[in-house]
Nanobody, 125 residues
Framework: QVQLVESGGGLVQAGGSLRLSCVAS????????MGWFRQAPGKEREFVAA????????YNGASVKGRFTISRDNAKNTVYLQMNNLKPEDTAVYYC??????????????????WGQGTQVTVSP
């Protein structure tokens, strides 16, 4: 059973930056594709970014392109989400997820096998 624990969320002013981390345990991290999703109050969960198990391919959701960067360190069993130029509309609970399905489309929630509990990000105007 894989466990994912997110950290790094908090309150930041618009235009600021945060870096989220997600540490995995209980599995072979280097074999999983990893993703970040977010869910704002009253809205459906939304794809943010994903990275392949090897780290050589990354994908971003349209709303965060050019501002957010996903990366991973397989030696530390950790995936990161660097968030720059934050906007109030980025306010949400951010979740990391792991997939061993070798899915073609990592923006689809059902492609993921394990989820973390989430970390709150709040961006003030």
């Amino acid at each position: 059973q894989v466990q994912l624990v997110e950290s790094g969320g908090g309150l930041v002013q618009a235009g600021g930056s945060l870096r989220l981390s997600c540490v995995a345990s209980g599995g072979t991290f280097s074999s999983y594709d990893m993703g970040w999703f977010r869910q704002a109050p009253g809205k459906e969960r939304e794809f943010v970014a994903a990275v392949r198990w090897s780290g050589d391919r990354t994908y971003n959701g349209a709303s965060v392109k050019g501002r957010f960067t996903i990366s991973r360190d397989n030696a530390k069993n950790t995936v990161y989400l660097q968030m720059n130029n934050l906007k109030p509309e980025d306010t949400a609970v951010y979740y990391c997820a792991a997939s061993f399905k070798r899915a073609t489309y990592l923006y689809i929630e059902s492609m993921y096998n394990y989820w973390g509990q989430g970390t709150q990000v709040t961006v003030s105007p």
